[in-house]
């Protein structure tokens, strides 16, 4: 099974899966990344108690809930998936959205939580949001027909990279290897240090 944090370092780097998952490279965690998960923790159940607009049609609540989806061999924890009777939405805690708008990254990651939750039987899961525990309203957005398939597609790239064992292209993103514990170990990385 693939997880949410195997998705997410793929979008962030193809080469984080091949060094982890191909050569077996354990990624430590960075002080950042640890910060991270300690205030998730810390600010997910006062997050608990939002509720926001059309929230309240949604009286089935599951928090920091296991998902799975058999179909695409996929499982994580979603922060909370809430439903009726026909439909549910799904809500990804993060601290704060950027101001260009809601990361890529976040969105597939929501959309894979949905795909798992429609699995799971508990309905239509059309729309999800992005809900900032340090202020600021929650974001919704369409878990679309194109969001779908996108994220299915990186499930199966993320797949056939440990499979067939092919190393992948590095990062667009040069700033992205600044703090990368593979650069200069396995990888030459694109920041050049300036
Ligand atoms: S150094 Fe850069 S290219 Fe290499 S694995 Fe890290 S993020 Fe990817």
Same mark, same amino acid.
């Given at each position: 099974?693939l997880?949410?944090? @195997? ?5 962030y ?10 050569? &077996? ?5 960075? *002080? ?5 998960? #300690? ?6 159940? $006062?997050?608990?108690? =939002? =509720?926001?607009?059309?929230w ?8 920091? #809930?296991?998902? &799975?989806? #058999? ?15 026909s ?5 990804? +805690? ?5 101001? +260009?708008?809601?990361? *890529? ?18 309905? /239509?899961?059309? /729309?999800?949001? =992005?809900?900032p525990?340090?202020?600021? /309203? ?9 969001? =779908? @398939?996108? $994220?299915?597609e ?5 797949r ?6 092919? *190393? ?8 992205r ?5 593979? &650069? ?6 694109a *920041? @050049?240090?300036?």
């Amino acid at each position: 099974m693939l997880t949410a944090r @195997d998705i997410l370092n793929y979008i962030y780097c193809p080469r984080l899966i091949f060094y982890e998952k191909v050569l &077996r490279q354990k990624q430590f965690q960075t *002080f950042k990344q640890d910060n991270g998960i #300690v205030k998730h923790a810390e600010n997910v159940p $006062s997050a608990k108690r =939002i =509720i926001y607009g059309e929230w309240k049609l949604f009286p089935n609540r599951l928090f920091e #809930v296991s998902v &799975r989806s #058999v179909k695409h061999g996929f499982l994580t924890r979603a922060d909370l998936l809430m439903w009726n009777n026909s439909e549910g939405r799904v809500v990804q +805690f993060k601290p704060k959205i950027p101001d +260009f708008g809601i990361p *890529f990254a976040w969105k597939v990651q929501v959309c894979l939580e949905a795909i798992c939750a429609v699995e799971m039987r508990l309905g /239509k899961f059309q /729309k999800g949001y =992005i809900a900032p525990y340090y202020g600021g /309203k929650p974001l919704c957005f369409d878990l679309d027909e194109q969001l =779908i @398939d996108s $994220s299915v597609e990186i499930v199966k790239k993320v797949r056939k990279l440990i499979d067939d064992e092919e *190393f992948p292209e590095m990062t667009n993103y040069p700033n992205r290897c600044k703090d990368c514990m593979y &650069r200069g170990r396995l990888c030459e990385g694109a *920041f @050049d240090g300036r």
